[in-house]
């Protein structure tokens, strides 16, 4: 069974620019979070998909920030634009429901120049 | 709102040694649960280990141990017999469950560095 994929590994882009970060759950998984590590600081929780619909977007730092689920398989994250506090690993995670174990996805490294 | 503590960015244990990871959480729910996850270098975070608050038993998985004190809200890790690949970053984590409900979002702690000495 694949894992949680994350794209791209890594993305470097200048303040006022546009990124979209795209997670892939695993095959089945109905939820899937959207979790940042800003700084060294703790990871904090940004939003958790069911299905297509947002169960949960009290995380969500302004309205810079844009997250899809098409469809309920892979979500996208859109910053628009970015900002220097911005950047950090986003982390995606998915599981079966809610009760079960989150697998997380290896990450995206955000850098904001 | 809840919130995790991990009082130690870093420790260090000698390989086969046992060594003892803490973490406090502050919240007034009465049930949650807590949670171990494992991030190595450059790899993707794992589950650890999971403790249910309504369980007095501490959770115990291998040689991956916890001591949950409900009252005292603390919930450290323990790892017998440290070996070279348990060094990561160990983030303890919290998740609520409130009216038989699941809230699936985890609160996390700052994370903890383990390095394991040969």
């Known amino acids: 069974e694949a894992g949680v994929t994350q794209f791209p590994s890594h993305s470097v882009i200048e303040k006022g620019q546009t990124v979209t970060l795209r997670c892939d759950p695993i095959s089945g998984h109905d939820n899937l979070y959207w979790y940042r590590r800003v700084m060294g600081k703790e990871i904090k929780f940004l939003l958790h998909f069911v299905k297509e619909s947002k169960q949960d977007e009290s995380g969500m730092p302004n309205n810079r920030f844009l997250a899809e689920r098409t469809g309920g398989t892979y979500s996208t994250l859109k910053v628009q634009p970015a900002e220097l506090e911005d950047s950090g690993v986003y982390f995606c995670a998915s599981s079966r429901t809610d009760l079960y174990e989150q697998y997380f996805g290896p990450g995206t490294r955000l850098t904001v120049t | 709102a809840q919130t995790v503590t991990q009082s130690q960015p870093e420790m260090s244990v000698q390989e086969a040694e046992t060594v003892t990871l803490s973490c406090t959480y502050d919240?007034?729910?009465?049930?949650?649960?807590l949670f171990w996850y494992k991030q190595p270098p450059s790899r993707q975070m794992i589950l650890v280990i999971r403790q249910e608050a309504y369980k007095q038993q501490n959770a115990t998985e291998n040689r991956f141990s916890v001591n949950f004190q409900k009252a005292a809200k603390s919930f450290s890790l323990k790892i017998s017999d440290s070996q070279l690949g348990d060094a990561a970053m160990y983030f303890c984590a919290y998740r609520s469950f409130v009216g038989g409900t699941s809230y699936g979002k985890l609160t996390f702690g700052q994370g903890t560095i383990l390095t394991v000495h040969p």
């Open positions: 919240t007034s729910e009465s049930d949650y649960y």
